[in-house]
């Protein structure tokens, strides 16, 4: 299969390199901003983006993983929904209002020489030589350049409202952009991003003004020819709002829907297959018979009404471990037509708002075709939540995820085959490979089967006889929309599988204050790596099924951005720890009793960290940091906080670079420019040769027993070897006794009054001493 993609790759690359050479050998960049109609459309043409004054299409073959609207942007058409009534008026016709007309026509005209000068010009903002990619462009023809162009007329059309002649010239010649600032973005009723992204594309225009190729710039608040002032004021400038980033999912959340999902996959997807084979014998037989929708309801009650229902053991599924929304109606109800939310319906069947009983049944096992058609879409909501957890993957990387997408490498691990667009500078993409958990192996096997059988079940909401499943054409793709299943899904409508199936189980659509979305996962699947990689690297090696740790660290790596996402959830785990270690100390900095006035010096320090349980040399350096800044805090009338408290993790952290877990209870506080002895050199600490004298070791205060227990065990052992002349044995135990009686301060204070102790550890002192 990498092969068949890979030659279809090349053929399509050639044929997209080829249209973009063809028409620099004959026209130059800069004239693209000065071209009439006809000039345009021959270009247009030529690039393969069609024939049709104010449409921009893009071959699907360049733009998989888009929309359809995507590949036939029709501009003027978008810009004229967009519109306000007070711009268009009453009139049906725009033919009737010369005025709005020829701002129109200069706006198709200016949209369409950006189209073309992005198509082959060098526009990219990262460098000075690239142009854009066709998906990019499309996206952009038929969202954010209409919606540009479209307050751009709306601006002239409230400046120019008499006289018709000053609509001559710039206009018409497609002058459209150069009226538009940064303060008409900002008036917009759009989300942040979205004004972010048409900003973007503002500064790409001026940038390519900046460069002689484009003369239609807009105000962004820049003059070239304006010389930078060397001396005077600082000038202030006004930060530009962030975009709310995606969230990982609550764990709480994770936990419960990732249950829910691993029982629907196991117990009710065998079951749903098992009936839609079923279905699919009596769709043939009816097709042949010419059988009404209705007809062939009937004998689905029938069938269904004898099935028996089973889960993974083979016994009787007569209830659902947990409640799901199921309606009773099928998408051919009158009333149900425009299937309501998901959330909507939620809403009315709360205890205040009542709700109609009629349309929402929860009860168990279901009657009807449509309620299995219904669990048909909450099970592929279920396969979309595991794969996307178990992958990682972007929404176009998960829509080009084909049927037989799973394959096995020479050593039997499973790998989900398909393409990737992100940090990739080639407009087809590149093939890669996801290696797979069991369960997620088992889930695309079923999630192939489910849409095998559904996109051939045509709605009995049609009227006339039931469609022959054998005329229905397969499709490759492996999701299927519920409201048309035999057409291709598209980005959009895989986040609403994603939304829907949350709301299917009756839980929360926005976990964490955030909508649901399948990118969402990613990030939970980087925070799952984040917290593998700083305690256990054997976790995530076992949830993405790998033979070996190096293929588990090496698939982290691969991605750069989600690397990047890891580092930062990485520093802010290491600011968590030794946040709690600062607050256990400073709770028993206020339960310890004080003499007069507050103690000062190393012996308080070191109090403290008997009194707090710590143990490690680092222990009494972290007990001085909170005994100072506790005096600072005093000094300026303050108390310690949940900010106070933060603030010093981060310093002694080093802003999350440090304190990183050696093993489960102990941890290394070095930075890269301290010497340590695991390595002894300056840079990365060794955690495989942590030393217990290290200066920068930090050991928790539950590992006491285990220390006292060890020591216990050592010197049983040393004397029993002493006594039958083991020397060498005996020494071995005397190094346990020396390496576990310093690591917590009061616990060698105690075990030095031992004899045997003393015996042990001084001789070795004096001799250290003396060496």
């Keep these: 299969m990498a092969a068949k993609n890979s030659v279809i790759a090349l053929d399509v690359r050639q044929q997209f390199r080829t249209a973009h050479l063809e028409v620099l050998s004959k026209v130059a960049v800069d004239d693209v901003q000065h071209m009439d109609q006809n000039s345009l459309l021959h270009i247009q043409a030529m690039l393969g983006h069609g024939s049709t004054w104010g449409v921009w299409e893009t071959p699907r073959s360049w733009f998989p993983g888009g929309f359809k609207a995507g590949w036939n942007a029709r501009v003027r058409d978008r810009i004229v929904d967009l519109l306000s009534k007070e711009v268009l008026g009453t009139e049906t016709c725009l033919d009737s209002q010369p005025k709005l007309s020829r701002l129109l026509d200069g706006a198709v005209l200016s949209c369409t020489r950006y189209l073309v000068l992005c198509r082959i010009g060098p ?205 009773r109606r099928g998408a051919h109800s009158k009333k149900l037509s425009k299937l309501k939310s998901m959330k909507r319906l939620i809403e009315e069947e709360s205890l205040e708002g009542g709700g109609d009983p009629s349309e929402i049944d929860i009860s168990w096992p279901p009657r009807g075709a449509a309620q299995i058609f219904g669990l048909a879409r909450l099970l592929q909501g279920a396969h979309l939540f595991v794969i996307g957890l178990s992958t990682g993957a972007r929404n176009g990387e998960t829509l080009m995820m084909g049927r037989s997408c799973v394959h096995r490498a020479p050593d039997g691990v499973p790998y989900a085959n398909g393409r990737t667009y992100k940090l990739v500078r080639l407009h087809e993409g590149e093939v890669r490979d996801w290696p797979l958990p069991e369960l997620a192996e088992r889930t695309f096997d079923q999630q192939e089967k489910l849409i095998s059988l559904v996109e051939r079940l045509s709605p009995l909401g049609q009227q006339g006889a039931v469609a022959d499943p054998r005329t229905i054409s397969r499709g490759t793709g492996l999701w299927f929309m519920a409201n048309d299943r035999a057409a291709e899904i598209t980005s959009a409508s895989l986040q609403a599988v994603l939304r829907n199936y949350v709301a299917y189980l009756g839980m929360e659509v926005s976990p964490g204050g955030q909508g649901i979305r399948p990118h969402r996962l990613r990030k939970t699947l980087a925070r799952m790596v984040a917290l593998s990689i700083v305690q256990a690297p054997k976790v995530l090696q076992d949830v993405f099924g790998h033979k070996d740790i190096e293929m588990t660290l090496y698939y982290i790596l691969a991605d750069k951005s989600l690397a990047a996402e890891i580092d930062v959830i990485v520093r802010e785990l290491r600011v968590m720890r030794c946040s709690d270690v600062i607050a256990s100390m400073v709770l028993a900095e206020e339960g310890r009793p004080r003499a007069g006035q507050q103690r000062v010096g190393k012996g308080s320090a070191e109090e403290l960290c008997v009194v707090s349980g710590f143990g490690g040399r680092a222990a009494a350096s972290v007990g001085r940091a909170v005994e100072e800044y506790g005096r600072e805090l005093h000094r300026t009338s303050q108390e310690w906080g949940a900010e106070s408290v933060g603030e010093l993790a981060k310093i002694l952290s080093f802003g999350g670079t440090t304190w990183d877990l050696v093993r489960p209870g102990v941890l290394c506080t070095k930075s890269l420019g301290q010497f340590g002895p695991c390595n002894k050199k300056r840079g990365h600490p060794d955690p495989g040769n942590c030393q217990t004298s290290c200066d920068y070791r930090l050991e928790e205060a539950w590992l006491r027993e285990d220390v006292e227990r060890c020591l216990s065990d050592s010197i049983e052992h040393w004397e029993r070897e002493t006594e039958v002349g083991q020397d060498l044995i005996a020494e071995f135990w005397a190094g346990q006794v020396r390496m576990h009686v310093n690591r917590f301060s009061d616990l060698k204070t105690k075990w030095m009054q031992d004899p045997r102790v003393s015996a042990i550890v001084e001789p070795h002192g004096a001799k250290v001493a003396n060496q």
């Design 123 to 327: 526009v990219s903002l990262s460098n000075l030589r690239d142009s854009l990619d066709p998906s990019v462009i499309a996206q952009m023809g038929y969202s954010h350049l209409p919606i540009l162009a479209s307050v751009s007329i709306e601006k002239a059309f409230r400046t120019i409202i008499t006289i018709d002649d000053q609509l001559q010239g710039s206009v018409v010649d497609g002058n459209c952009f150069g009226r538009l600032e940064f303060t008409d973005i900002d008036a917009l009723d759009y989300s942040v991003s979205v004004k972010q992204t048409m900003k973007g594309e503002l500064k790409r225009m001026h940038a390519a003004y900046t460069r002689g190729i484009w003369t239609d710039s807009p105000d962004i608040g820049i003059d070239i020819t304006k010389v930078t002032s060397v001396s005077g004021d600082k000038q202030g400038f006004e930060r530009e709002a962030k975009a709310s980033p995606h969230l990982p999912l609550p764990d709480d959340f994770v936990g419960e829907i990732g249950q829910k999902s691993n029982w629907l996959i196991l117990n009710l997807g065998p079951n749903l297959l098992c009936i839609l084979k079923e279905f699919l014998s009596i769709w043939e037989k009816s097709a042949q018979l010419e059988l009404g929708p209705r007809y062939v309801s009937e004998i689905c009650q029938k069938y269904l009404a004898g099935y028996s229902w089973t889960d993974t053991n083979g016994q009787a599924l007569e209830a659902l471990p947990f409640e799901l929304r199921l309606s």
